[in-house]
């Protein structure tokens, strides 16, 4: 069903599928704030949902066929729930219109003035960026983030502003449901290599999308970046170089120079809307990171300095390792990497190894299968044994987080500096070691 044929004045009860995912669940929030009904199933709770229901929402921790009942009037499901999920079948047998998150966001974003953030890297954190500015200028915006801001502890922002910030996924083309007034291209690289040709596939992509802002609109780009470029051609809108607005003076809380990248597209999207640059240079500089960007967790019994960090590419890890390595030159690196889908360490594995070879030692835990795959023969184990053989960096491959965290507890010290990378749940070892969980 198309997101255009659901119109949410008629919606009253909503059913989310997937609720603990960080986009839906920032969509749930919105459909609670405008006082809707809201139910959501996952296969476990989580911190996340245990907030949503305490905000309001009813949740499922199975996802059964009974979860679906006659009162419901719309089913969001997450990209990753295939088509035969028992949940979406019950829904369709009983006629409920059932869209994806990205059509549902769509639905939301579009009747505002949309700020759209899309790219391989830094998505998130410039989303909350743009966010931080655009409250501290007093447009009181509306976004839907993913991840957590620090400075509130939610993926949502309700505003009574005409504008709304998000997340824009390039996944499947999703982000074609959006209809962005601005849209900010942090960066074009090769990734989701299960679904796209090649990276002309992924531009071609792109460049659908900046072709649908208006002309009296902005694209906020890099327009020298070779693998941006073409994603640019026929486009009518206003094109703001956000290299032009990196500010080296300007002080971030959280580390590394693609940070201040990031901060540079904040800051060009402030000149496109008018903003005081010095209003958006201090909510920058205020700026608390999110959650599982660079995040400080805390400190092992044993003085280790420990991190958590969502990084699952290969470019994101990089740049996170040599940020970090920046800040805590005299700490030996430890970092706990999960990969993130079969493919995409299949896709990417030498450049994995390179990237993780940043650290002084590498555990890995099993790889985190995010949506059904076809058979690979990639594992950890041997992703392991690559880094020690083309590196001489010490690596090793675990069967499970607790061993992880037992293994981190019993070989780390003071002068150690732990990270924890994944899209997985890899975080939840950051925990153990600090002893938080």
Known sequence: MKNESVN?????????????????????????????????????????????????????PEQVAGNITDDIDLVV?????????????????????????????????????????????????????????????????????????????????????????????????????????????????????????????????????????????????????????????????????????????LHLRVPGMHHLLNAGAALAVAEALGTDTVVAKQALANFAGTWRRSEYVGETPEGAVVYDDYGHHPTEIEATLRAFREKYRERRMVVAFQPHLHSRTEDFFDRFVAALALADEVVLAPIFEARKETEHAVSSEKLADAIVERTRKKAQAFPDYDKIAAYLTENTGWNDLIITMGAGAINTVAEMVTEKK
Do not use: W
């Open 8 to 60: 949410l004045a008629d919606v009253a009860q909503v059913h989310c599928i997937g609720i603990g995912g960080i986009g839906l669940s920032a969509l749930a929030r919105y459909f609670l704030h405008e006082k809707k009904q809201v139910s959501g199933s996952d296969r476990a709770p989580s911190a996340l949902t245990d907030a949503l229901a305490a905000e309001g929402m009813r949740f499922f």
């Open 77 to 249: 499901y997450t990209e990753a729930m295939p088509q035969d999920h028992e949940e979406l079948v019950a829904a369709r047998a009983k006629r409920i219109p059932c869209i994806n998150y990205f059509e549902a966001l769509g639905l939301v974003a579009n009747p505002y003035y949309l700020i759209a953030v899309a790219g391989a890297h830094g998505k998130t954190t410039t989303t909350a960026m743009v966010t931080d500015v655009l409250e501290a200028a007093g447009l009181d915006p509306t976004a839907a983030v993913g991840s957590l801001r620090a400075k509130t502890g939610s993926n949502f922002r309700a505003g009574k502003g005409k504008y709304f910030v998000v997340e824009a996924c390039e996944y499947r083309r999703d982000f074609l449901h959006l209809r962005p007034e601005i849209l900010v291209i942090t960066n074009i690289e090769e990734e989701h290599m299960d679904y796209f040709y090649g990276l002309v596939d992924i531009q071609d992509a792109f460049g659908e999308l900046a072709r649908r802002v208006p002309e009296s609109g902005h694209v906020v780009c890099n327009p020298a970046d070779e693998k941006v470029a073409p994603a640019l051609v026929g486009v009518s809108a206003k094109i703001i170089d956000y290299t032009k607005h990196i500010d080296p003076l």
